[in-house]
């Protein structure tokens, strides 16, 4: 007879391994099964808990005997296994989803298509600098899960997917930051514009009239949805075109954050090590957060200051090779990300882009890569589209398939004063493992140069 486990966790990752290691101190039986290999370290530290594993399988005569299911957000729920779980009613959650009901910790939580990360590790760093007991989890850092079996903070800040709000539904956030919605892993959403806004706005579930609500006035398809649905927390907003009616605002170089009842708190914009628009707009969500839960101005202030920014993501390299400069931005990995890459740089730029495309409408792009793109580097198994879609718009495009291939050739294209840029707008998943093993070849690259 087949044990029947009270967890089943599917993907043995960061978040599954810490989703095992919470239902195991609660006293739930689980058992974790991985399609793929099991890395070394995740394999060890199952056994050193005494959970149940396998690898390279599904066995699926115990998973669909589960009481519940946790699956990794890589795992499209159209897959089928998920689907005959679903029929069996067997439900199947996210990690984050299943932690939540283990702290009573202040939950701060950030999903956007673009700037997550940066504002993610922003917001905590401020934390942080205050002195609050603040974990890091969710897309980034540890497992939120992991964590609440092995630690006890007060706050967490947590960075959240599209992919991991569609398998939570009791779940909860005190405050709720929405950076921005742009087209993106539409090929998760039936290629449908609109179930991606409708993912994002999960993040509002559950919400009560005293919790809080972050978000960009700029942001149209935000503004529009909005207009559809009836808004529970409190709201506040940002912007950096306007400063009516805006909790934080960009006026000249200085970036306010003004709250009820509170003093002003200003900082100007030459003295932050992120910029660019992007950045003030990540930057005003997190200050505002911190205003929430009554962080000084002057630690706001200073945290903002030091707070060096995000590997992969617009990244200069320490250094310049023949006066050409070169910036990692690998963690760019869909349209709107490099749009904002693009528009940061001056004329005179070697593009390498390329990769998985997810259904990538590249128009957005055009105006930016005629006016500042001399040549265009394409690094991926299949470069059809970026060659179909930028003939014309750029002098120069070469074909490349190996990151060595693709920062040579950009070098010898790139003369004194011009940027070497990678920015993908794809994801990586054809010749990389992810986006930081393609930031890591490209940052070894270039120094081998």
């Not at 390279?56 to 946790?70: P, Q, R």
């Not at 897309?139 to 939120?144: A, E, K, L, V």
């Not at 009836?230 to 170089?253: C, H, M, R, V, W």
């Not at 179909?388 to 693709?406: H, L, Q, Y």
């Amino acid at each position: 007879m087949t044990k029947q486990y009270d967890i089943v966790v599917l993907g043995a990752g960061e978040s599954g391994v810490g989703a095992a290691i919470l239902a195991h101190k609660k006293g739930l039986s689980v058992f974790v099964s991985d399609a793929g290999t099991i890395q070394d370290t995740y394999a060890d530290t199952l056994r050193n808990y005494t959970i149940a594993f396998e690898s390279n399988k599904h066995s699926t005569e115990i998973i669909l005997h589960a009481h519940e299911i946790i699956k990794s957000p890589g795992i499209p729920d159209t897959q089928s296994l998920i689907q005959e779980a679903l029929k069996e009613n067997i439900p199947v959650i996210s990690e984050l989803e299943f932690a939540a009901r283990y702290t009573n910790a202040k939950l701060i939580c950030i999903t956007g298509s673009n700037g997550k990360t940066t504002t993610t590790l922003l917001t905590y760093h401020i934390l942080k600098q205050a002195g609050l007991n603040v974990g890091l989890a969710g897309n980034i850092g540890h497992s939120f899960a992991e964590q609440v079996a092995t630690k006890n903070f007060d706050f967490y800040v947590i960075e959240i997917s599209s992919f991991q709000l569609d398998n939570m539904y009791a779940f909860k956030a005190d405050i709720a930051i929405l950076l921005n919605i742009t087209p993106d892993h539409l090929n998760r959403y039936d290629y449908s514009f609109q179930k991606y806004i409708e993912s994002k706005f999960r993040i509002l579930q559950n919400m009560k009239n005293n919790d809080c609500f972050i978000y960009c006035s700029d942001d149209e398809t935000i503004i529009k949805e909005i207009h559809t649905k009836t808004i529970i927390p409190k709201q506040f907003t940002y912007s950096t075109q306007a400063k009516e009616s805006q909790n934080g605002y960009l006026q000249d170089d200085t970036i306010s954050i003004e709250m009820p009842k509170t003093e002003i708190c200003t900082i100007k914009t030459h003295n932050m090590l992120l910029q660019g628009k992007h950045n003030y707009g990540n930057t005003m969500a997190a200050a505002i957060s911190a205003k929430i839960v009554d962080i000084k101005n002057e630690t706001i202030r200073k945290s903002l200051e030091n707070f060096e920014g995000v590997e992969h993501r617009l990244e200069k390299l320490s250094y310049t090779i023949r006066g050409v400069e070169f910036i990692n931005d690998s963690k760019a990995t869909n349209v709107n990300s490099t749009w904002y890459a693009l528009e940061c740089m001056d004329d005179n730029v070697v593009w390498i882009a390329g990769g998985t495309d997810k259904g990538n409408d590249y128009s957005p792009l055009f105006e930016l890569v005629e006016k500042k793109v001399k040549a265009l580097i394409c690094l991926g198994t299949d470069n059809t589209k970026l060659l179909k879609d930028f003939r014309g718009k750029t002098p120069i495009i070469v074909e490349t398939n190996s990151m060595k291939d693709a920062v040579q050739a950009a070098y010898k294209l790139a003369d004194k004063g011009n940027t070497v840029l990678l920015s993908p707008a794809c994801a990586s998943f054809d010749l990389f493992e992810n986006y930081i093993e393609r930031g890591i070849q490209f940052k070894e690259e270039v120094r081998n140069l």
